[in-house]
């Protein structure tokens, strides 16, 4: 097929899903960036109302990011940090847990940011 023939061709749309999270658990990686999942994470806060961030290792950075970002904004309160040292088949990790609780602010901004 020449390059003409692929310029003509209608455009396949892809099928958005949406996100529909079973728990309050966020796990958070470094492989997504920031603003994808501070996104993510006020999904979950508009559906609970608080969300776990979870984070392995180097991933723990990420979490404090996106707990501060969402802070900053004034659409949550950082109520509860974790630390625990995990013994993994290739040796220790950190597991890093934030617990963050949705503000009458935030929730009237996630409100109008979501739908």
């Known amino acids: 097929m020449d390059r003409q023939q692929q310029q003509n061709q ?7 899903q949406k996100l529909d999270p079973q728990d309050n658990h966020l796990q958070v ?4 960036s920031l603003k994808a999942q501070v996104f993510v994470a006020k999904i979950f806060l508009k559906k609970f109302g608080n969300v776990e961030l ?5 991933a723990s950075k990420n979490s404090v990011k996106v707990a501060d970002t969402l ?6 309160t950082i109520t509860k940090i974790n630390s625990f040292t ?12 934030v617990s963050l609780t949705l503000t009458q ?5 996630l409100d109008q940011e979501l739908d």
């Open 10 to 16: 209608p455009q396949q749309q892809t099928q958005k």
């Open 29 to 32: 990686s470094i492989q997504k």
């Open 54 to 58: 979870h984070s392995l290792g180097d």
């Open 71 to 76: 802070q900053r904004q004034g659409i949550v």
């Open 86 to 97: 995990l013994d993994i088949n290739e040796g220790k990790k950190v597991k890093f847990i």
């Open 105 to 109: 602010e935030g929730k009237r901004r």
